[in-house]
């Protein structure tokens, strides 16, 4: 605690950092709350790796990936041994630290392994709207060795959509589609270059139908190539109709057969498990090389223009250590981009901007034992209390209450027979009560979250 | 998520970086969400700051705190406009950014404003037992504008109590001590340099009551001088005792007089609400210029060497914009430190590695939607579970459970009528039963922390 009182100079807030004040941390915890207990209810076990990975591991193969990268560095390292190069940075997601941990404890850890982590991650992008410089994220995976069970494709989103089910949130819409889909469907129309093409599919959304047909022609298709891609494209259904749809096209690739089958059985277990929560979606194509099967996006209904709450998808080597290859599949909740919108919106807020469910009132400074014993005794049963500041006249007590929207004061002795009274400050109503004995119904003990219609 | 595959190289731990495997994890969980449930129970709402300040704030009036702090720098920085000096830096405890989040939000928030704040904290320093360069702080501070009612020093402690007395650790002692008595008492036997002599007394666990006596003589006391700031160090007591012992000493001074009143305040108010988790004792300094009235420190008994796992005190400015001045009282929990020795010594274990009560067995893929009903509807319930990842030998599914120390083995179908049935599989009893009923024992629903004696 070697901590200094601060001076005054610099308080502002910093851009793309953050940060709430405690009534919009309540949210944020009961969306924490129901994120974890959904991942431990479908027994996947907590990790947390550390904030830092070696500079050469984050920037992995390259790209562009060093713009979005913070370096770490002892202040005082250029006056020691430690000079030199910047050696660490801060991870910029949760799977290239998973995937280093994979590896590092491969002996230590039972396969197939799945684990959740939910913690800060940190990139140097220009903050907008909705995109942070740290930032928390929710991720689950699971990994096993040398091959893992298709099944898993199926099992992770559905823990996703119980959580969306459990959230005080609009309709969120998980798009799934299995890359295999258009990979055997460009081969059976004669395209070669599957990723040129994926990707600039994946523009769709962004500049239209007609600017795709252009681009698509423009890298070598032939115009009717261009209007296959894009008649597979459109093809979007909450039930099986899309293998139909699909199949309608008169496109026919062995690589096509085992996407259809493999997406058909996710959508399946969707509709058996969580019905109305996946759609098949074949534009979803997630634009990344390392994604080897099925991939996931997911839209806020009303905010599609916020882009991919969720995401995430199956890799056939998540980790490898030259010998032994993990695939994997994982998906990751973006928390601070939902509640960004959330909060920034107003459309959440908490009932209070404490935990506290009773203020316990102090006749006078000499009262202040018998009030912390109510206190104490509330709390021995669960009732989350604090004990009033000072001695003040009532109204004020009841003001401090009020002000940070506490639903009980606890007046000591304040009854006919010398027992105490409990007010309930928002009807005015004040009973007798025992601190032993006395319970506030169950959805004022802790803070509720409300939603407002945006 | 741009995540590309990571490569073979460099997976060996950093130092000072420590993780933990799933099981560890398990036990950390349970010290933070007894700390947290604590926490909210006396009404303390949460906050969480950015990780990063301004490097200025972070050094603080100066001293050799910057060999402490993690500059952090975008690494594309060299290439554009924010290339220079390290502008901000990873927070190294959490007081510093609690003074400036209570100076940028003072307008939006009530006061006294208290909170609690679980974060990690970044230290460069060299990592020793105990010591970390990343680790987790459990912080609670009051705060107040101008004045600060003196019975929060006495509440605060009593909070960390409660937590000590429920988490599965040995006895925890809060040593207290208030700054006024040395100062007063080293000013009526007309020492000067309260400071200074401050400084020497805290070394006094370390080089022993000779060595300091000679310290204090060659700062400039008289040998009498020296005893006596030696008596009053040595003064230890569980109840108001310390007073008398204190007076025996014949010294008199009013600041000393303000300390005794406000030890007994603090001490009395433990005696009633946690006997015996807090004493009297008034070697406790903390070093520090800042605090003003009452220190804490903590030791574990049997490991006093390994110094104070929780420690505070009370600062008349926490934080001043130059106008207003916040006096505050805090004290912080070293979660990783206590972590650190409990995991590392073996003395806590969890009693499996997964939050899995149960393991629904797979008798072939065409069963798996079967099974994965059974798991919904535990689940739905509250009961985690997990369904297994093959139709492998039931011998082989067990082992799988085993393995991960999940209790209960589930069984659809294995019944004479057809029905499911559930194994313990610690005992290997095995019964009939249905998912929409079937409860495990309350101690098996959640992994239990076992304690053994080090």
């Known amino acids: 605690m070697n901590t200094p009182a601060p001076r005054a100079a610099r308080v502002t807030p910093i851009s793309g950092f953050p940060e709430y004040l405690p009534a919009e941390r309540i949210v944020e915890q009961y969306f924490l709350d129901v994120i974890r207990e959904t991942f431990e209810l479908h027994g996947y076990p907590s990790i947390e790796t550390r904030a830092v990975e070696p500079v050469d591991r984050l920037l992995g193969k390259g790209g562009d990936a060093d713009k979005e990268v913070y370096g770490v560095t002892r202040l005082a390292a250029d006056e020691d041994e430690d000079a030199g190069e910047v050696e660490f940075g801060l991870h910029f997601d949760l799977t290239v630290p998973f995937a280093r941990y994979v590896l590092e404890n491969a002996g230590r850890l039972s396969f197939p392994f799945r684990r959740y982590q939910i913690q800060k991650v940190w990139r140097g992008e220009r903050p907008q709207e909705g995109r942070y410089r740290e930032f928390t994220q929710a991720d689950i995976d699971v990994v096993d060795v040398g091959e893992l069970s298709s ?114 059985r996710v959508i399946r277990t969707g509709m058996e498990n969580a019905p109305g929560a996946l759609v098949a979606d074949l534009k979803i194509a997630r634009g990344l090389d390392y994604y080897t099967g099925t991939v996931y996006e997911t839209q806020l209904e009303g905010y599609e223009s916020w882009g991919s709450f969720c995401s995430g998808g199956r890799y056939d080597a998540l980790a490898s250590d030259g010998r032994t290859t993990y695939p994997g599949v994982g998906i990751s909740i973006g928390v601070s981009r939902l509640l960004g919108l959330l909060l920034g919106k107003g459309l959440l807020t908490a009932s209070r901007s404490t935990p506290a469910c009773v203020l316990v009132a102090v006749n006078d400074e000499e009262g202040r034992p018998e009030s912390t014993r109510i206190a104490t005794a509330l709390r021995s049963r669960g009732v989350p209390c604090e004990v009033a500041p000072k001695p003040a006249k009532f109204g004020k007590q009841i003001r401090y209450a009020e002000r940070r929207g506490i639903p009980y004061v606890w007046f000591p002795g304040a009854g006919e027979d010398g027992g105490d009274q409990v007010k309930d400050i928002r009807s005015g109503e004040q009973v007798d009560a025992r601190p032993d004995v006395w319970q506030p119904p169950a959805e004022d003990l802790r803070p509720q979250i409300l939603r407002r219609e945006g």
């Open 151 to 264: 099944h898993y494709e199926a099992e992770i989103p559905l823990v996703m959509a119980e959580i969306f089910a459990k959230l005080p949130i609009g309709r969120m819409t998980i798009q799934v589609n299995n890359r295999k889909i258009p990979e055997g469907f460009y081969r059976g129309i004669g395209i070669d270059d599957i990723t040129g093409t994926l990707r600039i599919v994946d523009k769709l959304d962004k500049v239209g139908p007609e600017k795709v047909q252009g681009m698509l022609e423009e890298a070598g298709c032939t115009s009717e190539q261009a209007e296959q891609c894009l008649a597979l494209a459109a093809i979007r259904t909450d039930d099986l109709g899309f293998v139909e749809q699909v199949r309608a096209l008169g496109v026919e690739h062995p690589t096509l057969d085992e996407g259809l089958e493999a997406l058909s």
